[in-house]
C-alpha cells in the first residue's frame, strides 16, 4: 500500500514517495516495457522504489530511480 503526505518538500520517508517521484503508475507500465509481465509489489524503499514481479518467467526482485524509473538492479529471488 502506498501512502502520500502532503506538505513534504523533497523529503521522501521510508514507505512514502517524494513529491518529485514518477508515478507508481508510470513506474508499472516503465517494467512492462522492459519485460515484466506482472508486477506482484511495489513499494518506496529508502529512497527509491523497490519491489518485485516476473520477467522471463522468473520471479525477480528490482530497484527503480524513483525519479525516471530506470532499473538500478534486479535480481532472481
Same mark, same amino acid.
Given at each position: 500500500?502506498?501512502?502520500?503526505?502532503?506538505?513534504?518538500?523533497?523529503?521522501?520517508?521510508?514507505?512514502?514517495?517524494?513529491?518529485?517521484?514518477?508515478?507508481?503508475?508510470?513506474?508499472?507500465?516503465?517494467?512492462? +516495457?522492459?519485460?515484466? /509481465?506482472?508486477? %506482484?509489489?511495489? !513499494?518506496? #524503499?529508502?529512497?527509491?522504489?523497490?519491489?518485485?514481479?516476473?520477467?522471463?518467467?522468473?520471479?525477480?526482485?528490482?530497484? +527503480?530511480?524513483?525519479? /525516471?524509473?530506470? %532499473?538500478?538492479? !534486479?535480481? #532472481?529471488?
Amino acid at each position: 500500500m502506498l501512502v502520500f503526505s502532503v506538505g513534504l518538500q523533497g523529503v521522501a520517508l521510508a514507505g512514502q514517495p517524494g513529491p518529485d517521484w514518477m508515478p507508481v503508475e508510470q513506474v508499472k507500465q516503465k517494467l512492462m +516495457l522492459s519485460g515484466y /509481465t506482472s508486477i %506482484i509489489k511495489i !513499494e518506496a #524503499e529508502d529512497g527509491h522504489w523497490d519491489g518485485e514481479g516476473m520477467k522471463n518467467g522468473k520471479a525477480m526482485q528490482f530497484d +527503480l530511480d524513483p525519479k /525516471t524509473g530506470e %532499473i538500478l538492479g !534486479e535480481v #532472481e529471488r
